[in-house]
């Protein structure tokens, strides 16, 4: 599915290798046209020639879940031709990103991960969806607040329309939670229980408590935000990575590391994926999609092991997402909003893409849908799309900044120093600040 804005392009570019090679298989039939991807049964002949095509340029998996809408498509506008152009996760975004600058190779739409929406919002390349004939804010009821928020560009414009959201989540392996006599209770109550029950789990299974200290930073940083509060950066755009939010997320960090708490398997990485085939990461804070995911080709040998709870300390977070957008330059800008509206609208659309993807659904209306209490046999029979719907409709409408990629990456680089070398937090947030808004001043 999708993976989460604090996710660094590393992480991206260390895929497993058997996963990329499936999926750049399946990205160059995409790429290639939508009938080369498609069951014969879907290739029969439209009862009248396509007059136009509709380009849509995606990526893995957000593509299949195109390629089960488009029987829908064909029913609804035989006249356009909808030809989906996939590439891997971050090919597609440095193609995106080329095609904006250079205003030349853009797609009639264009979907774009949680990560990048910032940076994309900002560019002044997307037609705002708020004006006619597209009128997105009548339509804002139709989505979870926050995941609308994310999609909003400078100036009260609406630049981008989500499809999923990633509800932030604690997913565990009970059976190492119950050899340890630790308790769901104790990891999610606070950061202090939860990694004094890591101690404990360590200790009496062998396991990690975490893949990664950087996952507890991350979590953290979003602790107390509240409606219209940027993650990095202000309404007025000054730098607030040396607040006390940053300051307790690090120490928090730099305190797991030190505890010998977490595997130090960054995520997407074959070490990453083994700790979790192997029991040897006993917990890790993501987005619910990350259940999916294991379930069909992380672990799917740890079925019924897994159990999905709320982040410790009671912190609400979205952990991914994925949107479209339609360039200025898109030449099918009529067919491009119905087709937005066919992925993000259409509550059968969302609930198969739930269902085949366990990519969540951004449209409230699917989260009173039935398949939300249905069980999920990976976990155990836990029914936790309730607990995930919950999530959803509380997590604070945090807005975006053009310039959160790069605050995630200094950030990140800054923790490095702090968590190998021993760079004193203070220090390494005061630096961060001076990088960041030099850095932001020269773009």
């Given at each position: ?255 797991a590391r030190r505890a010998g708490l977490d595997a130090r398997a960054i995520a997407w990485t074959n ?83 739930l269902k085949a993807l366990d990519s969540f659904p951004a449209m409230r209306a699917v989260l009173d ?29 945090i807005p975006v900044n053009r310039f959160d990629a790069l605050a995630t990456t200094v950030i990140r ?31």
């Amino acid at each position: 599915m999708v993976t989460p804005d604090a996710t660094d392009d590393r992480a991206r570019a260390e895929g497993l290798a058997g996963t990329l090679t499936r999926r750049s298989a399946a990205g160059a039939l995409l790429a290639a046209g939508l009938s080369a991807a498609m069951p014969a049964a879907a290739q029969s002949p439209a009862t009248r020639a396509p007059a136009s095509v509709l380009r849509v340029a995606t990526f893995p998996d957000l593509d299949r879940a195109a390629i089960a809408a488009a029987p829908r498509w064909r029913a609804r506008h035989p006249e356009v031709e909808l030809k989906l152009l996939s590439m891997q996760y971050a090919d597609h975004h440095l193609s995106m990103t080329t095609a904006l600058a250079t205003g030349s190779g853009l797609p009639d739409v264009m979907a774009i991960d949680l990560r990048y929406i910032g940076k994309f919002a900002g560019s002044g390349g997307f037609v705002d969806l708020n004006q006619a004939p597209y009128l997105a804010a009548s339509h804002a009821d139709d989505y979870v607040r926050f995941a609308m928020a994310q999609g909003a560009g400078p100036g009260g414009t609406q630049v981008a329309i989500p499809a999923d959201i990633g509800p932030g989540t604690l997913i565990y392996r009970k059976d190492l939670l119950d050899r340890a006599g630790v308790s769901e209770a104790e990891i999610t109550r606070d950061w202090s229980a939860y990694l004094s029950a890591g101690e404990r789990l360590r200790k009496a299974t062998g396991a990690y408590l975490m893949a990664d200290a950087a996952d507890l930073r991350d979590i953290a940083l979003r602790q107390g935000l509240r409606d219209g509060e940027g993650l990095y950066f202000d309404a007025d755009g000054r730098v607030l990575v040396e607040s006390a939010r940053f300051r307790q997320a690090f120490e928090l960090g730099r305190a797991a590391r030190r505890a010998g708490l977490d595997a130090r398997a960054i995520a997407w990485t074959n070490d990453w994926a083994a700790g979790f085939k192997q029991g040897r990461i006993a917990t890790q804070m993501i987005g619910a999609w990350l259940v999916g995911q294991l379930r069909n080709w992380i672990a799917p040998a740890t079925s019924g092991l897994w159990r999905s709870a709320p982040l410790p300390g009671g912190v609400r977070a979205a952990y991914g997402g994925s949107f479209y957008a339609i360039p200025k330059k898109a030449a099918n800008k009529a067919a491009a909003w119905d087709f937005i509206r066919l992925m993000t609208a259409d509550a059968e659309v969302q609930r198969e893409s739930l269902k085949a993807l366990d990519s969540f659904p951004a449209m409230r209306a699917v989260l009173d849908d039935p398949v939300m209490d249905e069980p999920i046999a990976f976990l155990g029979g836990q029914r936790a799309r309730q607990l995930w719907r919950e999530t959803a409709v509380r997590i604070p409408a945090i807005p975006v900044n053009r310039f959160d990629a790069l605050a995630t990456t200094v950030i990140r680089d800054e923790f490095e120093r702090v968590i190998a070398r021993g760079k004193a937090i203070p220090e390494a947030l005061a630096d961060a600040r001076r990088l960041i808004e030099r850095r932001a001043r020269r773009r």
